[in-house]
């Protein structure tokens, strides 16, 4: 008797859990999709989840693009990669505030979700509401606000839901499909190829591109679920919420990082030819080789000391490598440091010989910035054949003084 008691008592607790976890059949569920910004955290656009509720009148925002800029030491965790994202809610028209204020435009499209979908995907949004999913480790590239999004909707529609095939007018890599966003901002892209590695040259599959905002919504609209045979649109037309036209920006070729670092070099080409003082060089170099000697560590960190994985195995560690800092250290110390400089001379020449042969894309900009290093290393390396280096120069100094004397 106590076990049938028992029996029918868990029974009736499993109807009851399973009416309250079924959403109202009223629910329905839309992609937002928002255009860019002019902030370099928001050039990329943004998408979230809207859940609306007819009967309850009820429209709840799910963005998992939520993240705090008094998080402790968040520039360090930033660049170790350890930052992390949150899942905020909000109603629809306190979110749309935000995007009113920023003149970005913001679209709606309905999922077209069977009753259960709907049910399964509300299960998983308060399973990642619970305190200790809420927040997760952001990666740029497989874990975003966007692929968030695209990974609840596999797990809820399941294996009836279909990508579009791959098709060869498609096939990219992550660095050319976040540059194209980058476009307008030269020296912001100049940054990211800095830093970004060869894992950002992997090539992008349909599922890949999805962790851009704007490639999430058009890769989703093109998606199809398969309904008793039946090919289904995943996702309806876009209804525009608000509507703004995106940023444009004007881009000026005379202050981008291509035109700077040529000019750089030029000017440095002529200084080089024109003033052979020993003080002068060492003026100029102790202020070059400062510089490469900080990009070099942020080189060496980003390859050894950081959990980013699109930063890991950066080749543009060949041309700004440890040695440029022994020879700094060289300069400083008043030192010849010969092999250092020869080492960085042979090192910039077969970087920029080999460069279209190695597994990475390196921004033009970079092509200056390592004909410098070669021009300057050439000075202090002691070859024989150069007519501007910084020995021959002050044998010939000296032989003419000599002379002087005797005369």
């Not at 960085?344 to 970079?366: E, K, R, Y």
Request: proline share 5%; aromatic share 14%; with cysteine.
């Amino acid at each position: 008797m106590q076990k049938s008691f028992l029996f029918i008592a868990l029974l009736l607790l499993l109807i009851v859990s399973q009416s309250e976890a079924q959403a109202p059949a009223d629910t329905s569920v839309y992609l937002i999709t928002c255009g860019p910004g002019i902030e370099t955290y928001s050039i990329y656009g943004h998408n979230a989840l809207l859940v609306r509720i007819e009967s309850e009148n009820k429209e709840t925002v799910y963005n998992w693009g939520i993240f705090d800029f008094d998080t402790p030491n968040f520039t360090w965790k930033f660049a170790k990669g350890r930052l992390d994202y949150f899942l905020g809610t909000e109603p629809l028209n306190r979110f749309l505030q935000y995007y009113m204020y920023e003149k970005r435009y913001v679209w709606a499209q309905k999922i077209n979700l069977e009753p259960s979908e709907i049910t399964k995907l509300t299960l998983l949004i308060n399973e990642n509401l619970r305190p200790e999913n809420i927040s997760y480790r952001y990666d740029f590239f497989y874990d975003d606000c966007s692929t968030r999004i695209r990974d609840l909707l596999e797990k809820s529609i399941g294996s009836k839901l279909l990508y579009p095939p791959e098709v060869k007018e498609d096939k990219t890599t992550f660095r050319k499909m976040v540059g194209k966003h980058q476009a307008p901002y030269p020296w912001y892209k100049f940054g990211v190829d800095l830093i970004m590695g060869s894992p950002g040259d992997k090539e992008a599959k349909v599922r890949d591109r999805m962790f851009l905002p704007a490639d999430l919504q058009s890769e989703l609209s093109r998606a199809v679920v398969n309904r008793n045979g039946k090919m289904i649109p995943l996702l309806r037309n876009p209804d525009v919420i608000l509507d703004f036209p995106a940023p444009e920006v004007k881009t000026n070729f005379l202050v981008s990082p291509v035109f700077f670092f040529t000019l750089l070099l030029i000017i440095i080409i002529i200084v080089t030819s024109m003033f052979r003082s020993r003080r002068m060089n060492n003026i100029l170099d102790l202020v070059l080789y400062s510089v490469f000697s900080i990009l070099a560590i942020l080189m060496i960190f980003f390859n050894f000391f950081t959990d980013h994985q699109q930063m890991s195995r950066n080749l543009n560690i060949i041309w700004l490598n440890p040695f440029i800092l022994f020879c700094l250290g060289s300069i400083i110390m008043k030192k010849e440091g010969i092999i250092w400089f020869r080492i960085v001379f042979i090192i910039s020449a077969g970087f920029l010989i080999l460069q279209h042969f190695l597994p990475q894309d390196f921004n033009i900009a970079f092509l200056p910035l390592a004909l410098i290093l070669l021009v300057r290393s050439s000075l202090r390396a002691d070859f024989e054949w150069n007519p501007l280096s910084l020995k021959e120069v002050e044998k010939q100094a000296e032989s003419q003084k000599r002379q002087g004397k005797k005369g």
